[in-house]
């Protein structure tokens, strides 16, 4: 057993020979709720418990285990407490700590027990020895859910995901280099026309004749083709590369999102989402097309420029370029200003986006409660929320432009005055000069561009940011993804103990039920008594806490998913129907399902009559805009839906609760098709639905407190026989 | 489930109706023959429903009737279905709401307005249904075989 860090030696003087460490907590809390380490350890004969504060006024206290009367613990709301309750009043005692930890006391009380009942039966305590390192090692697994710090900067990571199209990146730059080696060349060549041509013409000093302009004007006119053919073959190289990196992009983000569970969707707004899979890739791939490809040109020029104005005169070139560190370090002051900025206004508008995909599908409860001014007023807030911090980043970059423009015309006034200087001197040809000026109008265009990259880099990185940290989600599922392969399952479902906690809320606490396959089970109880979690659990959707879920005697977590999924027909309360036909609909779940298959599922849901008399039968468009369907139509559909896979465990969430008795009665005939022969999990308001079941099992606070037949439970006159009071009253009323 | 395609008979009676016998030799009058994927797979898949719309027969394959039932059939279903094939494009013009198409169908040269994007759908198969405000539905059955400026125009709004 390795010493516990907090109290190594402590720990190690306080053992009797003999006694051995059996489970540890670590308590946050103190008795006022003030952060402060405490340990409680257990061993084979006491109770010990540390305090952080080895200068209060009980720094370590034990209890021999014969002296306890009862160790429990209560959860209260944020935080929890441990009760001991001593056989003398004087040794009672309470810890404290946050909700966070529950689940290690619950294992810590576990093991008191066991270890009490070791006791008390003389076994030796040996046996309870698995259960201290089981509680060791589960640690704090469920509160880990935040995703990873993103590593590195978003934009090199962006580069990395380029990585395979290495060859055409290569070629693109390869490109760039010689487009704008190209374009460079112009000024040159009219720097010597000027000198050699225009200036003896003007001059008169030689025979000079006009038609020696030809072999220029032909050099400028190709050098003009050639960049413009190498420009169109690079920028279409390069809106290439965009485009493969951020499909690449969008698509890995949707498979991952796929292998997200139910969790992450339920903590994370749709609309957010969705702009981070669309309109954050698409600003990245306009990044890459655009800004970054302007940015490696200028790089280039930039230098280039710099180079061959120092080559022609590196006293000017001196002057002219002496603004320049000026410029490096106003860019590096507003660099940090400007990230958090472009990062604001990223939120901003999800936040719009989330606004607008809350309230557009929800606009009937919009107009049925009448509240569309407010929800104006809402969207007019966080409207004006992406104003106003978009507004102040562009106050900062946009003071960039002008006064780079400044700094040009600064740059070209000392030329002037020196060029000037210099052309009076005699070491300098007016040509020469000209040509010096286009080359710093250049330069200092590249400088301003650079400055803007710099902004819509900032801009880009805040996207990149957003798109990763999607991805940097670890699937909280796959812990313990199964692998062994199933084919059909027989229907056995055992529930062992299960437990399942949420945060910090215990949703299940507690439930063993057998189901023999193609037994139906109802389940009925209030709501919030944790009736879909079970069914999400008997999915896997979610993961249980503690205890086990067995299918045909096999651990749920070591079955492959998605063929365990395969068995599984579940129809819920809202059935969701994609866009698409009436016939793609039902085949969601078989794809290569035959028509003669979809046809029978169809009829088996009594759904057939009603699609038969649509205008295009099986291909009529159903979905978002599509042909409208009641309730009870689209419900069915779902039924047929579930009934083609077959499946060997059927679930029933709520699957007649929003339609009327006369619907109900329909779908309750296509449900007696589908229930018939397989394990059924039932879940239902209406205890009508549930006639056929075999048992009825309550649930109430997380746990089961009945369980048995209609008849059994109307006898006892407890929950159920209340539920069903209430049940015909209403149905009266 | 159902009686295979030869155990029934269908005539048509003297007032024009379709009477049809099942395979336990009762006699429906007035029976109703109806596609049940018209767009996708029209030849195969037709029900008899009865008057009152109860589901009578289902036809798996046209093909494998006996001719004169066939015939009979096919002349019934004529005399409902209406989705015509665009052959070709002559024009996508912009119209108050939406887009007015005009095109030559198999059953001659027509135009209609078509409401937004979501009125052009694909289906299973490569074909394109476009459905006009007034819910009549338009085939188009390969995009690839309608005639090259036909293509383009399409191409602009789907």
Same mark, same amino acid.
């Given at each position: 057993m390795p010493a516990d860090p907090l109290t190594p030696p402590l720990l190690e003087k306080r053992l009797e020979t003999g006694e051995r460490v059996m489970a540890r907590f670590q308590v946050d809390l103190d008795q006022r709720l003030q952060f402060q380490k405490g340990l409680l350890v257990l061993t084979n004969r006491r109770l010990l418990c540390f305090e952080e504060n080895q200068a209060g006024p009980q720094p370590f206290q034990d209890w021999a285990l014969? +002296? =306890?009367?009862?160790?429990?613990?209560?959860?209260?709301?944020?935080?929890?407490?441990?009760?001991?309750?001593?056989?003398?009043?004087?040794g009672n005692r309470h810890w404290?700590?946050?909700?966070?930890?529950?689940? +290690?006391?619950?294992?810590?009380?576990? &093991?008191?027990?066991?270890?009490?009942?070791?006791?008390?039966?003389?076994?030796?305590?040996?046996?309870?020895?698995?259960?201290?390192?089981?509680?060791?090692?589960?640690?704090?697994?469920f509160t880990d859910l935040m995703p990873d710090v993103t590593h590195g900067n978003p934009l090199l990571r962006l580069l990395k995901f380029s990585r395979p199209w290495l060859r055409l990146i290569v070629l693109g730059l390869l490109l760039t280099i010689a487009a704008t080696s190209a374009s460079l060349l112009t000024p040159w060549i009219t720097g010597v026309l000027v000198d050699k041509l225009l200036i003896p013409l003007q001059t008169k000093s030689d025979?000079?004749?006009?038609?020696?302009?030809?072999?220029?004007?032909?050099?400028?006119?190709?050098?003009?083709l050639v960049a413009w053919l190498l420009k169109w073959w690079r920028t279409f190289v390069v809106a290439r590369i965009a485009e493969l990196v951020t499909s690449r992009l969008r698509r890995e983000l949707f498979e991952h999102l796929q292998s997200l569970s139910l969790i992450y969707f339920n903590k994370k707004r749709t609309g957010d989402l969705i702009s981070r899979i669309g309109t954050d890739t698409d600003r990245l791939s306009l990044f890459i097309s655009v800004n970054f490809i302007?940015?490696? &040109?200028?790089?280039?020029?930039?230098?280039?420029?710099?180079?061959?104005?120092?080559?022609?005169?590196?006293?000017?070139?001196?002057?002219?370029?002496?603004?320049?560190?000026?410029?490096a370090w106003l860019v590096k002051c507003v660099r940090g200003h400007l990230l958090s900025g472009f990062a604001a206004s990223s939120r901003a508008w999800s936040l719009m986006t989330s606004v607008l995909s809350d309230t557009i599908p929800g606009v009937r409860v919009v107009k049925a409660f009448a509240q569309e001014?407010?929800?104006?007023?809402?969207?007019?807030?966080?409207?004006?929320?992406?104003?106003?911090?978009?507004?102040?980043?562009?106050?900062?970059?946009?003071?960039?432009?002008?006064?780079?423009?400044?700094?040009?015309?600064?740059?070209?006034?000392?030329?002037?005055?020196?060029?000037?200087?210099?052309?009076?001197?005699?070491?300098?040809?007016?040509?020469?000069?000209? &040509?010096?000026?286009?080359?710093?109008?250049?330069?200092?265009?590249?400088? +301003?561009?650079?400055?803007?990259?710099?902004?819509?880099?900032?801009?880009?990185?805040?996207?990149?940011?957003?798109?990763?940290?999607?991805?940097?989600?670890?699937p909280d599922m796959p812990a313990t993804e199964g692998t062994r392969r199933i084919g059909r399952l027989s229907g056995h479902i055992e529930f062992r103990d299960i437990k399942f906690r949420h945060g910090s809320r215990q949703i299940i606490r507690g439930i063993n039920l057998n189901i023999a396959p193609g037994e139906m089970i109802g389940l009925v109880g209030p709501s919030g008594a944790g009736k879909t979690t079970l069914v999400n659990l008997a999915c896997r959707f979610f993961d249980v806490s503690e205890g086990a879920i067995l299918v045909d005697g096999q651990d749920l977590r070591d079955i492959h998913v998605e063929d365990f999924r395969k068995n599984i027909g579940l129809v819920l309360q809202e059935?969701?129907?994609?866009?698409?036909?009436?016939?793609?609909?039902?085949?969601?779940?078989?794809?290569?399902?035959?028509?003669?298959? =979809?046809?029978?599922?169809?009829?088996?849901?009594?759904?057939?009559?009603?699609?038969?008399?649509?205008?295009?039968?099986?291909d009529s468009m159903v979905g978002e805009r599509g042909q409208q369907l009641s309730g009870g139509e689209r419900q069915r559909i779902?039924?047929?839906?579930?009934?083609?896979?077959?499946?060997?465990?059927?679930?029933?969430?709520?699957?007649?609760?929003?339609?009327?008795?006369?619907?109900?009665?329909?779908?309750?005939?296509?449900?007696?098709?589908?229930?018939?022969?397989?394990?059924? =999990?039932?879940?239902?308001?209406?205890?009508?639905?549930?006639?056929?079941?075999?048992?009825?099992?309550?649930?109430?606070?997380?746990?089961?407190?009945? =369980?048995?037949?209609? +008849?059994?439970?109307l006898k006892t006159s407890g929950t159920y026989a209340r539920l069903h009071q209430a049940m015909q009253e209403v149905s009266q009323a | 489930m159902n009686p295979p395609a030869t155990h029934f008979d269908l005539q048509r009676n003297p007032a024009g109706n379709l009477m049809f016998t099942d395979a336990a030799g009762v006699v429906h009058d007035n029976v109703l023959p109806l596609r049940l994927f018209p767009l996708t797979d029209?030849?195969?898949?037709?029900?008899?429903?009865?008057?009152?719309?109860? %589901?009578?027969?289902?036809?798996? $394959?046209?093909?494998?009737?006996?001719?004169?039932?066939?015939?009979?059939?096919? $002349?019934?279903?004529?005399?409902?279905?209406?989705?015509?094939?665009?052959?070709?494009?002559?024009?996508?013009?912009?119209?108050?709401?939406?887009?007015?198409?005009?095109?030559?169908?198999?059953?001659?040269?027509?135009?209609?307005?078509?409401?937004? %994007?979501?009125?052009?759908?694909?289906?299973?198969?490569g074909s394109i249904v476009v459905m006009d405000h007034r819910n009549t539905r338009y085939l188009i059955t390969d995009p690839a075989t309608l005639d090259l400026k036909s293509r383009q125009r399409l191409e602009r709004y789907y």
């Open positions: 014969g +002296e =306890i009367a009862g160790l429990s613990m209560e959860e209260m709301g944020a935080t929890a407490a441990l009760h001991l309750t001593a056989t003398a009043a004087s404290r700590f946050t909700a966070g930890l529950v689940k +290690e006391a619950d294992t810590f009380v576990a &093991c008191f027990l066991e270890q009490q009942r070791a006791l008390d039966g003389g076994v030796p305590s040996t046996m309870a020895e698995p259960m201290e390192a089981e509680g060791d090692n589960e640690g704090l697994g025979e000079i004749q006009l038609r020696q302009l030809l072999p220029y004007a032909a050099m400028l006119l190709g050098t003009a302007d940015f490696v &040109c200028d790089v280039f020029q930039f230098a280039f420029t710099a180079f061959i104005l120092f080559k022609i005169h590196p006293l000017l070139a001196f002057a002219a370029l002496g603004p320049v560190p000026l410029v001014q407010r929800e104006i007023a809402r969207f007019r807030q966080t409207d004006h929320h992406v104003f106003s911090t978009n507004d102040r980043v562009n106050r900062t970059w946009s003071f960039f432009s002008p006064m780079i423009e400044m700094f040009t015309d600064l740059g070209l006034l000392i030329i002037w005055v020196v060029g000037a200087m210099t052309v009076a001197h005699g070491s300098l040809t007016v040509g020469v000069l000209w &040509c010096f000026v286009t080359y710093t109008t250049r330069f200092y265009g590249r400088l +301003e561009a650079m400055s803007r990259f710099f902004a819509s880099a900032q801009r880009a990185a805040a996207s990149a940011h957003r798109v990763f940290e999607v991805l940097d989600v670890e059935p969701y129907l994609f866009f698409g036909t009436i016939g793609d609909n039902i085949s969601y779940g078989k794809p290569d399902a035959t028509r003669e298959e =979809i046809i029978a599922a169809a009829k088996a849901a009594r759904a057939h009559e009603f699609i038969m008399k649509l205008v295009d039968g099986y779902s039924i047929a839906r579930a009934l083609l896979i077959d499946p060997a465990i059927l679930i029933l969430d709520e699957a007649t609760s929003s339609v009327d008795t006369e619907t109900e009665r329909e779908i309750q005939r296509a449900l007696d098709n589908l229930v018939h022969g397989r394990t059924t =999990i039932a879940i239902a308001h209406r205890l009508g639905t549930l006639r056929l079941a075999n048992r009825l099992v309550v649930l109430e606070d997380g746990r089961i407190s009945e =369980i048995g037949t209609h +008849e059994q439970l | 029209p030849d195969r898949w037709v029900a008899i429903t009865s008057s009152g719309g109860q %589901d009578l027969a289902c036809i798996e $394959d046209l093909a494998a009737l006996p001719g004169p039932t066939r015939e009979l059939l096919l $002349d019934a279903l004529a005399q409902r279905d209406f989705v015509p094939l665009i052959l070709s494009i002559h024009a996508i013009l912009r119209a108050a709401h939406g887009y007015e198409w005009h095109v030559t169908t198999d059953r001659g040269k027509t135009h209609f307005t078509v409401e937004n %994007d979501e009125s052009i759908q694909p289906l299973a198969g």
